[in-house]
C-alpha cells in the first residue's frame, strides 16, 4: 500500500487522515541531548522473567489461535520502525477502543530506577491507527517465540497480548498485538501530557532514552502519513522540556 505524503487524504473505511506537512519540533540535535550512558542492572528481584517453558508454552497457544488464518501484527510503536519478524504484507489498519498513551512505568531499557521512564502501551478508548504486517506462514512459531522475547517480560505480562479487530482499506482482520491494556502496579492512567513529557525528557536507559524512542515513533508515523495528535503534541512538549533543561532559550538569547 503506498504511504501517504503531505497533504494527502486518504481514507480507510470511511476514515479520513489529512497530512498537514508541519515539522516537528523535536529534532536528532534535541534528542542527542537526552542520551547518556547507563549500565542495565538487569531486571527487578520481584519481575520474574519468562521461562524457555513459559516461552514455548505462550508461542503455542498464539499458534493455535492463529491456526487457519493469516498471521497479522498491529504495530503501533517500535514494531514499525524495528520489527523482528518477517513480514510479506504490511497496510494501514485502524483499530476502535484503543489508544496509544505513555501508561507503563520502566526502570529498564529507557530507564532506570533512579530515573523511571515510561513505555507506551495501548489503553482503552478511541482509535489508534497503524500498521498490520502479514507474517510469512514459514515457521510461524519461531517468529512467535521471537516476537514474545522481545515483547513480553513475565508471565504477568503475557495477559497484555491480545487478538484485535483492525479495519484496512481491503477490510477487517484479527490480529496479534502487544500491550493492550497493561494492568498492575506500574501502570498509570491519564496521565496529563505535560507530566509524561517531564518524564520522558529525562528517562534513559542502557537502550536509550524515552525522548528517542518518542521522537523515532512519531517520525516513522509522519512518514507513513499517520498523524496521532497526542504524540504530535507531546513531542512538541518534549522538546520544550529539553531546551529549558539544557539552557538553550537563554543560550539563543545570548546572541
Same mark, same amino acid.
Not at 60 to 77: D, K, Q, V
Not at 192 to 212: D, I, K, N, Y
Given at each position: 500500500?503506498?504511504?501517504?505524503?503531505?497533504?494527502?487524504?486518504?481514507? +480507510?473505511? #470511511?476514515?479520513?487522515?489529512?497530512?498537514?506537512?508541519?515539522?516537528?519540533?523535536?529534532?536528532?540535535?534535541?534528542?542527542?541531548?537526552?542520551?547518556?550512558?547507563?549500565?542495565?542492572?538487569?531486571?527487578?528481584?520481584?519481575?520474574?522473567?519468562?521461562?524457555? /517453558?513459559?516461552?514455548?508454552?505462550?508461542?503455542?497457544?498464539?499458534?493455535?489461535?492463529? !491456526?487457519?488464518?493469516?498471521?497479522?501484527?498491529?504495530?503501533? *510503536?517500535?514494531?514499525?520502525?524495528?520489527?523482528? =519478524?518477517?513480514? +510479506?504484507?504490511?497496510?494501514?489498519?485502524?483499530?476502535?477502543?484503543?489508544?496509544?498513551? =505513555?501508561?507503563?512505568?520502566?526502570?529498564?531499557?529507557?530507564? !532506570?530506577?533512579?530515573?523511571?521512564? @515510561?513505555?507506551?502501551?495501548?489503553?482503552?478508548?478511541?482509535?489508534?491507527?497503524?500498521?498490520? =504486517?502479514?507474517? $510469512?506462514?514459514?515457521?510461524?512459531?519461531?517468529?512467535?517465540?521471537? @516476537?514474545?522475547?522481545?515483547?513480553? #517480560?513475565?508471565?504477568?505480562? /503475557?495477559?497484555?497480548?491480545?487478538?484485535?479487530?483492525?479495519? !484496512? $482499506?481491503?477490510?477487517?482482520?484479527?490480529?496479534?498485538? =502487544?500491550?493492550? *491494556?497493561?494492568?498492575?502496579?506500574?501502570?498509570?492512567?491519564?496521565?496529563?501530557?505535560?507530566?509524561?513529557?517531564?518524564?520522558?525528557?529525562?528517562?534513559? *536507559?542502557?537502550?536509550?532514552?524515552?525522548?528517542?524512542?518518542?521522537? @523515532? !515513533?512519531?517520525?516513522?508515523?509522519?512518514?507513513?502519513?499517520?498523524?496521532?495528535?497526542?504524540?504530535?503534541?507531546?513531542?512538541?512538549?518534549?522538546? /520544550?522540556?529539553?531546551? /529549558?533543561?539544557?539552557?538553550?532559550?537563554?543560550? $539563543?538569547?545570548?546572541?
Amino acid at each position: 500500500m503506498t504511504d501517504i505524503r503531505e497533504h494527502k487524504l486518504v481514507t +480507510v473505511r #470511511g476514515s479520513k487522515l489529512l497530512m498537514t506537512g508541519s515539522r516537528m519540533a523535536l529534532t536528532d540535535e534535541l534528542v542527542s541531548l537526552s542520551l547518556r550512558p547507563a549500565i542495565d542492572v538487569g531486571p527487578e528481584p520481584h519481575r520474574k522473567p519468562l521461562t524457555e /517453558a513459559e516461552v514455548e508454552m505462550l508461542a503455542n497457544r498464539l499458534l493455535h489461535e492463529s !491456526t487457519g488464518a493469516p498471521l497479522w501484527i498491529f504495530a503501533y *510503536g517500535s514494531l514499525i520502525w524495528k520489527p523482528d =519478524f518477517d513480514a +510479506v504484507e504490511s497496510q494501514h489498519g485502524a483499530t476502535r477502543g484503543w489508544h496509544r498513551s =505513555f501508561c507503563l512505568q520502566m526502570t529498564r531499557w529507557r530507564g !532506570t530506577r533512579a530515573q523511571p521512564g @515510561l513505555m507506551m502501551a495501548l489503553d482503552r478508548g478511541g482509535r489508534c491507527n497503524g500498521i498490520v =504486517f502479514r507474517l $510469512a506462514d514459514d515457521d510461524r512459531l519461531g517468529q512467535i517465540r521471537r @516476537l514474545i522475547r522481545r515483547e513480553v #517480560g513475565t508471565i504477568d505480562d /503475557a495477559a497484555s497480548v491480545r487478538w484485535i479487530p483492525v479495519a !484496512t $482499506a481491503h477490510g477487517l482482520v484479527r490480529a496479534l498485538v =502487544f500491550w493492550a *491494556g497493561p494492568k498492575g502496579e506500574r501502570v498509570s492512567r491519564k496521565l496529563p501530557l505535560e507530566t509524561v513529557a517531564q518524564v520522558l525528557a529525562r528517562a534513559c *536507559g542502557h537502550m536509550g532514552s524515552c525522548a528517542e524512542y518518542l521522537y @523515532l !515513533t512519531v517520525k516513522h508515523l509522519e512518514e507513513r502519513g499517520i498523524r496521532d495528535r497526542n504524540l504530535w503534541r507531546l513531542q512538541k512538549l518534549v522538546a /520544550a522540556e529539553l531546551v /529549558a533543561i539544557h539552557g538553550l532559550n537563554a543560550a $539563543a538569547g545570548g546572541h
